[in-house]
C-alpha cells in the first residue's frame, strides 16, 4: 500500500544543479524518517541524507554544504536540492522511508530508484 514516486532525475553538468523530489503516499504514520540513499556501478549503497518527522537531518560528509534535504508533511514529499554538482554524485538515488507504528513495529520501504548522472 505504500508507494514512493520519484522525480527530477537526469543529466547534468559538473558545478550545475538537480532538485529530487519523492511522494510518498499510503500508510504511512506520523512518526517516520524520510531519506534518500545513493548507489553507483560496482559500490554498496549508501546514505545520502535523511529528515525525521521533526525535522532532525543526516548528511553523508560527502554532500554536507552542497546537498539540502527537506520535506512537506502535508504533502507527505521529500526533497533533495543538489547543488555544485560533481561527477561522483553519479549514481542511482532511491528514496526511502521508515514507518513507525502506535504499536512500535517499523517498515521500511524503497522507490525505484533514478538516474543522476553528472558529467565533467
Known amino acids: 500500500q505504500v508507494q514512493l514516486v520519484e522525480s527530477g532525475g537526469g543529466l547534468e553538468q559538473a558545478g550545475g544543479s538537480l532538485r529530487l523530489s519523492c511522494a510518498a503516499s499510503?500508510?504511512?504514520?506520523?512518526?517516520?524518517?524520510l531519506g534518500w540513499y545513493r548507489q553507483a556501478p560496482g559500490k554498496q549503497r549508501e546514505l545520502v541524507a535523511t529528515i525525521t518527522s521533526g525535522g532532525s537531518t543526516n548528511y553523508a560528509d560527502s554532500v554536507k554544504g552542497r546537498f539540502t534535504i527537506s520535506r512537506d508533511n502535508a504533502k507527505n514529499t521529500v526533497h533533495l536540492q543538489m547543488n555544485s554538482l560533481k561527477p561522483e554524485d553519479t549514481a542511482v538515488y532511491y528514496c526511502?522511508?521508515?514507518?513507525?507504528?502506535?504499536?512500535?513495529?517499523?517498515?521500511?520501504?524503497w522507490g525505484q530508484g533514478t538516474q543522476v548522472t553528472v558529467s565533467s
Open positions: 526511502n522511508v521508515k514507518t513507525t507504528t502506535p504499536w512500535s513495529r517499523t517498515y521500511e520501504y
Open positions: 499510503g500508510s504511512i504514520f506520523s512518526t517516520n524518517t
